[in-house]
Nanobody, 126 residues
């Protein structure tokens, strides 16, 4: 089955940068659409960014597009989320997710993704 191993979470001062890494394994056909989600306590899990690993499609939610970058390394089956100029409101539990292609979800709901990694805490101090 698909496995997604997340790393890179931690604490960072406001204005700093952090990179999350999600290493995928299992059937590659089930990992064509990759995404990052985050969830604040008491709130719903929401998409941060997504990417089709076999094409040009890339999405970053509007409010984050100037600070966050999603990328994928096909050689190492690794999804990255580069987060710059971090703000305290970026504090959340972050998740990586995957699903089959070739058409990636446009709604970016939790239910649209089939495989999930563990969550990791990102804390941005003031």
């Amino acid at each position: 089955q698909v496995q997604l191993v997340l790393s890179g979470g931690g604490s960072v001062p406001a204005g700093g940068s952090l990179t999350l890494t999600c290493i995928g394994s299992g059937p590659s056909d089930s990992r064509k659409c990759m995404a990052w989600f985050r969830q604040e306590p008491g709130k719903e899990r929401e998409v941060v960014a997504s990417k089709y690993v076999a094409g040009v499609y890339t999405y970053v939610t509007r409010s984050l597009k100037d600070r966050f970058t999603i990328s994928y390394d096909n050689v190492n089956n690794t999804l990255y989320l580069q987060m710059n100029s971090l703000k305290p409101e970026d504090t959340a539990q972050y998740f990586c997710a995957a699903r089959r292609g070739p058409v990636c979800p446009l709604s970016h709901t939790v239910s649209a993704y089939e495989s999930w990694g563990q969550g990791t805490q990102v804390t941005v101090s003031p």
